[in-house]
């Protein structure tokens, strides 16, 4: 039990180079937000940038010299090496927000986290203030985080073998496009890149600016969120913009196979899948029950189709975990809370596809639990000795052992704890519990919805938590809980 809890150096060693490869590489990512800073004549944000590229740079250039490469990766140190890369990109993300001298160190860091594992919520307290480079710069982070830091270094790294599968692993990544794990890597690259300058055409084509096209296919095929004006895609009270949105995040939130596969010119399989069938069911009832809810209540008046378009730009927001909004606090509270609340804060725990830049617990993983309960009921129903098929239709025909029935009951059930836990921290300070379950949904599932409890004056405790849990939904908790089992064995022994 003890060697699963140990690193040893020469992992250690291993994990520390690859660390300073993505700070190198992050470095470079720094220095692209300088062209619009040069572009719209932001010259105040040159020092910080290039300080926080330089920093970036050293300490990844430290990194690569002192520690070399000494053995493949094993799967426990990927993990690790994953679940650390995060804090070290987020400290170091922070760093043009700080420098700039516009958000303290803390909410600096909220900002980044939020960014990179895509989630959406937001320190600053006016968003239609904010310049165009720090604007860049934030859903920059969210376009890098939507595709996956490691994975960009994945597609980067000239080695092949071991340390890209089990990096792969790591990521969150189980499916291959193709066999070899490289070749995935860049087809997948190439699909982003693809669907990145579509989105752009798109926003632009249905009225949106040149940059807010920019920015806005960066937080939305990302499925991160983050918004350019405080009343976030309400701004610009277009159905073509909001109906482009809805395109995009529900191409950001299905799985990479399933659009590789499709693109390829098999288009059926999209219908024949099973995590297409979970979501479009999802969307299709959550959407009708809230419609009525809103007709009912005159939320939006007598008109149906109104009331239609508010309720369903919600819900693919929701259950995309991308989190732009038209409904904001206090109206979405006066007006949306009960069945509306209610019902988006299960699909954002429920969340988006596998292999995709979404959050949550995942298309997949329902559609296996639904399935599951359907064996287990037909298993009392049939003979003893009658032998069931569990297959599954996920881009191909999947066989469904127990073992993977129990590892998704095992992984809802960690994720329900940490939410439950994370809700009892916030009830601390703010008591209203429907408005909690909501935002520590929004925070665990990486979405960004918000009912107005963060703001950059909740107290330091509640910034904390929601750090945790945008970093712990962003890597399916399982490598937070290795490192943290790591941790913990480390102190005993001593």
């Known amino acids: 039990m003890q060697l699963i809890h140990r690193l040893s150096r020469r992992e ?15 470095a470079a990512a720094m220095l692209i937000p300088l062209i619009v800073a040069l572009i719209y004549n932001e010259n105040q944000y040159f020092i910080p940038f290039l300080l926080s590229a330089g920093i970036s740079a050293v300490f990844g250039m430290i990194l690569v010299k002192l520690f070399k490469v000494e053995m493949k990766m094993s799967l426990k140190s990927a993990m690790i090496f994953s679940t650390i890369i995060w804090l070290i990109a987020c400290a170091l993300g922070a760093l043009p927000y700080y420098l700039s001298g516009e958000l303290s160190y803390l909410n600096s860091y909220f900002e980044a ?6 989630t959406g919520f937001s320190m600053y307290s006016n968003l239609d203030a904010v310049s165009y480079t720090i604007e860049f710069w934030r859903a920059f ?16 790294l ?23 794990i490289k070749h995935s890597t860049r087809i997948i690259v190439y699909i982003y890149l693809s669907f990145t300058l579509i989105a752009v055409a798109l926003y632009y ?3 949106m600016p040149l940059f807010d096209s920019v920015f806005h296919a960066f937080t939305t095929l990302s499925t991160g969120g983050f918004g350019m004006h405080n009343t976030s895609l309400l701004y610009y009270n277009s159905v073509w913009i ?28 999209y219908f024949k899948d099973i995590e297409t069938k979970v979501a479009y069911t999802l969307i299709i009832i959550t959407t009708i029950l809230v419609t009525f809810m809103l007709y009912n209540n005159q939320v939006y008046g007598n008109d149906l189709l109104l009331n239609l378009r508010y309720s369903l730009f919600q819900m693919v927001s929701a259950i995309t975990t991308t989190g732009l909004q038209t409904a904001f606090y206090p109206n979405i509270l006066s007006k949306w809370i009960g069945l509306g609340t209610f019902l ?9 596809g596998s292999l995709s830049t979404g959050g949550g617990i995942k298309w997949l993983r329902l559609g296996i639990l639904l399935k599951g309960i359907s064996w287990q009921v037909k298993s009392f129903i049939l003979p003893g000795k009658a032998v069931m098929a569990k297959k599954i239709h996920h881009v191909t025909d999947l066989q469904i052992t127990d073992d993977v029935i129990r590892l998704t009951g095992a992984f809802l059930s960690t994720y329900l704890l940490v939410y439950i836990v994370s809700v009892i921290i916030v009830l601390i300070y703010y008591p209203d519990i429907s408005r909690v379950i909501f935002e520590v949904a929004s925070a665990l599932s990486n979405v960004g919805l918000s009912s107005g409890i963060m703001t950059h004056n909740s107290p330091a405790l509640v910034k904390i938590v929601f750090i945790i849990d945008f970093w712990m939904g962003r890597l399916e908790i399982w490598p937070v809980l290795l490192l943290i089992a790591i941790t913990i064995n480390n102190v005993v022994r001593r």
């Open 205 to 207: 084509i249905a009225g």
């Open 242 to 269: 909001e109906i482009a949105a809805m395109i995009i995040m529900m191409i950001g939130a299905t799985n990479y196979a399933l659009h590789y596969t499709v693109l390829k010119g098999n288009w059926k399989e």
């Open 113 to 118: 986290m939020s960014g990179f594992t895509t």
């Open 158 to 180: 000239r080695s092949t073998g071991a340390d890209v599968l089990r990096l792969y692993l790591a990521e969150g990544r189980e499916e291959r496009l193709v066999p070899s």
């Open 12 to 26: 250690l060693k291993t994990i520390l180079h690859h660390t300073g490869n993505t700070c190198l590489l992050l």
């Open 344 to 352: 988006m804060t299960i699909i954002m725990i429920i969340g988006a």
């Open 141 to 156: 982070t969210q376009w890098i985080g939507g595709l996956g830091i490691i994975f960009l270094l994945l597609a980067l």
